[in-house]
């Protein structure tokens, strides 16, 4: 014969699964939103586009020297990793991380750096700034 369960104990179970639901909703939720403002403030602050900046880390390879966060494929081992990039206090060991120095240095490394791996890639300051809001929008 089947072990009957108190419903007691049913009522429970599912209270338990719905609490567990609910946070897995709301921790969602949270994330989204959080998402939303830090690329919105990306934007505003790179005044750039962290979209069009997707679509110009594919164009220009940068994954193909760094980690990128968001970019199928972006394995690159020769250049540093750039998950969090946004949140380091320092860019290329010793520059101030902000927007406009973080633009300053895509579109031109070697006057910053003679000799860093990171080269010139010909990036104009429209582009420089999509690509500085795409990894400043990333969490």
């Known amino acids: 014969m089947p072990e009957r369960h108190p419903s007691s104990l049913i009522w429970l179970a599912g209270l338990v699964l719905l609490a567990i ?3 897995l909703i709301g921790g ?3 994330h989204t939103e959080n998402l939303a403002r830090l690329r919105v403030q990306a934007n505003e602050s790179s ?3 962290w979209r069009r900046g997707e679509a110009l880390i594919y164009r220009y ?3 193909s020297c760094h980690v990128i966060p968001g970019i199928h494929g972006a ?3 020769n250049g540093p990793e750039l998950t969090g990039v946004g949140q380091r206090p320092v860019l290329a060991g010793s520059l101030s991380n902000d927007p406009e120095t973080m ?3 895509l579109m031109h490394p070697q006057a910053f750096r003679p000799g860093s791996g990171m080269p010139e890639q010909g990036l104009d ?3 420089a700034r999509d690509i500085a809001a795409y990894l400043y929008a990333q969490d």
């Open 21 to 23: 639901g609910t946070a």
């Open 28 to 30: 969602f939720v949270l």
């Open 47 to 49: 005044r750039g586009d």
């Open 61 to 63: 390879a940068c994954g």
């Open 75 to 77: 394995v690159g081992r």
């Open 103 to 105: 633009v300053r240095w």
């Open 125 to 127: 300051e429209r582009h």
